[in-house]
């Protein structure tokens, strides 16, 4: 592909003026190593590695199929307890030296499986990096945020912003329930503003009636008479599947959707319209029968959880097979396609990423793939 050079065409780029091409000498040598004993260094040694021409992810795309992570979840139910754990969680670590490195499941982005059994909790706790989380399968689920309870049905999208008192469970007469976390764990770790702090109690006592924030804020209408919500986050806290499947589908009744999301909507934060959080977002996306999407890239890390459906993606020329609660992840700057396999039916893909941030510095850059029409071919 054009836009993708070789190293040999990245190497004669490099040859032009502007960029660094000294030839080094055993006089400039010794310099390099005066320098070293200074702390210091000669930037144009550097400059092309820490300035390429486009962004380089270190992380690659990557698929982890829920039947073979639920496994391991089941598994680690029985290994140890939330008790001992903190928190029970099967982390995706990206397929790379540094998804590994950061504890990343890409970007900046930590992603893992949380399994409860009923009758568990999850002791309370705070810390500075936000989280999400996308329901998969269990029943009586339920988390307690700010001393607000929240209960948690399949395929609902639930926020913990940074700062809140948090503990999860499930009710001793509900069922193993299985959920996605998103978190800015490696983003707060790189900026060096990650703080944590342990409840007084294992669990919070609610303050607030069952679910009062989603069935306040939840709706069209806007509550009055009670108190100007002022945080920097969505009051809605919990997004419901049969609102944002019914919003979706109301949506695709009028509009043709993107040419590379199908029908896309952002879990938003209903008093701007902006995002749920401050640092990550959230998409619900359809995608029509039979709908195979054009190819695009852009800035920004997006983790793609199956709501409903199957199909394939290809990124960055590779084609990934999914299922409903697979999860896969798109790398910055990385070309992706989304394809529905089912000709009769729509699948739905839920999606994260760390676009407010790219957005919050100006760095949110898209491009449309257009080299032999609108599709990536596949690599073999
Ligand atoms: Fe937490
Ligand atoms: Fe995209």
């Given at each position: 592909m054009s836009s993708h050079p070789a190293a040999q065409e990245l190497d004669l780029r490099d040859r032009?003026?502007?960029?660094s091409h000294v030839t080094d000498t055993p006089v400039l040598e010794a310099f390099y190593n005066r320098l070293e004993g200074h702390n210091a260094g000669a930037f144009w040694k550097r400059a092309n590695a820490i300035e390429p021409w486009e962004p380089a992810s270190r992380y690659t795309a990557t698929l982890w199929k829920y039947a073979e992570m639920r496994r391991l979840c089941l598994e680690a139910i029985e290994l140890v307890r939330p008790e001992e754990a903190g928190r029970r969680v099967v982390t995706l670590l990206n397929d790379s030296a540094a998804g590994r490195e950061n504890t990343a499941v890409v970007g900046w982005l930590f992603s893992g499986l949380q399994a409860m059994k009923p009758g568990e909790i999850t002791p309370a706790h705070r810390h500075t990096a936000s989280a999400h989380r996308f329901i998969m399968e269990g029943g009586g689920a339920y988390t307690v945020v700010d001393g607000h309870p929240i209960t948690l049905g399949k395929n609902d999208y639930v926020l913990t912003p940074n700062g809140c008192w948090h503990d999860h469970g499930v009710a001793a007469d509900g069922q193993v329930s299985i959920w996605q976390d998103g978190l800015d764990i490696p983003l707060m770790n790189s900026l060096e503003a990650n703080f944590y702090a342990v409840h007084d109690a294992p669990m919070q006592t609610p303050a607030f009636p069952p679910n009062d924030l989603p069935l306040s804020y939840g709706g069209l209408m806007r509550p009055a008479g009670v108190a100007a919500w002022s945080k920097p986050y969505s009051p809605t806290m919990v997004y419901r599947w049969e609102q944002v499947r019914d919003a979706l589908w109301n949506f695709a009744k009028v509009s043709p959707g993107s040419p590379y999301d199908g029908h896309i909507m952002r879990y938003s934060n209903p008093l701007t319209g902006g995002w749920a959080l401050q640092t990550m977002g959230a998409h619900m996306q359809l995608l029509g029968p039979g709908l195979h999407t054009h190819a695009h890239r852009h800035t920004g890390n997006v983790v793609y959880n199956v709501a409903q459906g199957h199909g394939y993606s290809i990124i960055g020329g590779r084609r990934f097979d999914w299922q409903e609660h697979d999860i896969f992840c798109v790398p910055a700057w990385t070309w992706h396609e989304h394809v529905n396999l089912d000709s009769g039916s729509e699948a739905f893909l839920f999606s994260f990423n760390d676009f407010p941030v790219m957005e919050a510095l100006g760095v949110m850059i898209e491009e449309a793939y257009d080299d032999n029409g609108v599709h990536q071919t596949i690599a073999v």
């Open positions: 032009q003026r502007g960029r």
